[in-house]
């Protein structure tokens, strides 16, 4: 189940970021979605994926660099860095999980990676 997890996560991130935009992305995400922030915040899916399209809107052009991918059980991560147009490159994490074929789901954490090596120095103190 792994593999066919982490393939449906690669479809739907390449559905998302070439020409099908949110809508393609629609049908890889359950209707009981959850995507959850650092800060706490739960979005449905109609929440996140209409977040999701006035994100991408002022992005266009930005390119994403997918680092790594790994699937395990009913869990897919992946790293990317996303370079983003007249703006920073970020990296980015997001945890999904996967139930029936369909993201159930989501966790991420962004950090722009001119910022990374000051997130370091905290442990040195």
Partial sequence: MTTQNKQL???ALAQLIGEGGVTALEPFVSE??????PNGRTRT?????????NALTPLG????EILHIFSDA???VVHTH??????????????LRV??????????VIEPLVEADSHLTWWQL
Wanted: net charge negative; proline share 4%.
């Fill in 9 to 11: 996560v690669q479809q």
């Fill in 74 to 76: 009913d869990h897919v």
């Fill in 32 to 37: 009981d979605f959850r995507h959850h922030r």
């Fill in 45 to 53: 899916k109609s929440e996140w994926l209409t977040d999701v399209g």
């Fill in 99 to 108: 139930t029936d074929n369909q993201i159930t789901e989501a966790w991420e």
């Fill in 82 to 95: 996303r370079h983003l147009p007249d703006g920073p490159s970020i990296a980015v994490i997001d945890i």
């Fill in 61 to 64: 052009g930005m390119k994403v």
